[in-house]
């Protein structure tokens, strides 16, 4: 797709638009690959409270959005000027130790690498044996792009060609114009050779690593269209069930609102959809910087970045530059389309004189056995004030920062005042039963089975389980009395709870919500397929 006809085609988005590309399997379309119950094993689904789809009934019940907590201990600040950070962090398979990927300046794009016991605390990984090109900034600089700015590390899970660790990017100027001049069919080869070299010689081109710490580039794996040279950030994720690496990108340079698009082998791409752009909904005048997006069981998270760029002043240059930054929270259950959520910071700027007060840009969740951690780069200066703050001799004003969040916390169930109750829609539970994470440490949680006319099940009423109360937990099987939840397994159910003083996370199991065909075939014990999306 050329840049006229994506400009054309903006507000047709979605999975049936990429599918269209050729380059998005037709499962976007709605054709997911299904399980048959009878061959199938167990697969725990869990089942997060993004909205109220699942409930068929609900009482004094209100759903809330999490609120990570800024872990200030765990700021990490790197005395290189320029630190523009964008870390990524994961778990050294070699080493056993925790890493972390983070950006020492926008542009040249220059790579450094620190490391961790405990994921927490960092301190530079000193490694003088790799000699990136030009200046090395400090012993854990690993990789400099000349004439190049990127976004973040992708952890690629697939790595078929070998790199699980990908930067998408690019370069401007004297790189690109040589390359142009070497090849006739080059895109800037004409202008390259008539006028020599121009602002908007952009190539885009990928980063590759084995071990993270050695990158090499590719021009050949190129993400970009010959019209269309968006700035970064970019960010990689990749799509469990298409099967295919997924980028949220912008629509071009300094145009703030999030593009999607996607590839089999990441070295062809689809093009461009427009995936989010400021709406109705948004009361002020935002844009929408990046989307870092991540797969959290069986669901995608997206940290959407909202630029508070509204101001009495005109607007000096291409855009406007200068305004804070924080965090809104997306969702999506298939990875294509995504949600804005309820529209409220989830990770806000700090306090004012603190790390982050003027901006925060989360760029990586790691899921850990008890938590979520999100790293971000945070900075005390509002965005388009960072050149006048090094000029002014402001020194290591930005840092990395980390939020802490409950398993699953990103949203919960809780009670307006005393008690409240709902129902879930229809659903069959395989085996092994129902477990929930729920908070009720000076409250309590009760929960009964019924069928699909609401009424309750013997065994498995109210009166008959063992609630969640006075306790905190992130695994509470729920059980009755005198009954197994697998004496249901392959009926017909709704779920029924009641709370107060508690907040609910999250269920998990092998179940899944049916619909009136898979109900007709279950009463006549007849094989049904299930998604594996979370709907």
Known sequence: ?????????????????????????????????????????????????WDMWHFSRRHNLELCQGRPTWR????????????????????????????????????????????????????????????????????????????????????????????????????????VL??????????????????????????EVTLVSRDGLRWEIRPDMNWGLPDWHPEPPVFGFYNHHLERHMMTVR???????V???????????????????????????LELYGMPVFNYEGYYVGLLWIFHCETSEPTRGFNRSVGALDCQLAYSYDGVRFNRGMRRPFISVNDPGKHGCGGIEPSCLVETDKEIRIYSSGSKIQHGKGFLARRAGVKNFEAVLLHTLRKDGFMYLRSRGDWADFSSKP?????????????????????????????????????????????????????????????????????????????????????????????????????ISTSPLNF
Not at 11 to 32: D, K, N, V
């Open 427 to 527: 659903l069959v539970s395989f085996k092994g039963g129902l477990s929930m994470n729920a908070e009720a440490s000076y409250g309590e949680i009760h929960y009964q089975l019924t069928d699909v006319e609401s009424k309750p099940i013997e065994g498995f009423t109210f009166e008959d389980c063992v609630p969640l109360k006075d306790k905190d937990s992130l695994d509470w099987q729920l059980t009755w009395r005198n009954n197994s939840m697998d004496r249901l397994a392959d009926k017909v159910i709704r779920l029924e709870v009641k709370l107060r003083d508690a907040r609910l996370y999250a269920f998990r199991g092998d179940f899944h919500f049916i619909d009136a065909q898979d109900m007709w075939m279950l009463r006549d014990n007849k094989r």
């Open 1 to 49: 797709m050329d840049r006229r006809r994506f400009l054309q085609s903006i507000g047709l988005t979605g999975a049936a638009g990429l599918a269209a590309t050729g380059e998005i399997s037709p499962h976007a379309t709605g054709q997911f690959r299904r399980r048959s119950k009878a061959t199938a094993t167990s697969r725990i689904k869990t089942w997060l409270f």
């Open 178 to 203: 040589q390359r142009a001049l070497a090849d006739p069919k080059h895109r800037w080869h004409s202008i390259a050779r008539l006028e020599g070299d121009k602002r908007y010689l952009v190539e």
């Open 259 to 285: 593009c999607i698009q996607s590839s089999k082998d990441v070295q062809t791409w689809s093009g461009p959809e427009l995936l989010l752009q400021p709406d109705p909904s948004d009361d002020e005048l």
């Open 72 to 175: 200030r201990e765990a700021t990490f600040v790197d005395n290189v000027d320029g630190l523009a950070s964008w870390p990524t962090v994961y778990r050294d398979n070699d080493s056993g130790q925790w890493r972390m990927l983070y950006t020492a300046r926008w542009s040249p794009y220059s790579l450094m690498v620190a490391e961790s016991d405990d994921g927490l605390e960092f301190r530079p990984l000193s490694l003088p044996k790799i000699k990136p090109e030009g200046r090395k900034l400090a012993a854990n600089h690993v990789f400099t792009l000349p004439s190049g700015s990127c976004g973040g590390v992708y952890l690629d899970p697939v790595a078929e060609d070998g790199y699980p660790f990908k930067i998408f990017g690019h370069q401007r100027r004297k790189p």
């Open 251 to 257: 629509p071009g340079w300094g145009d703030r609102r």
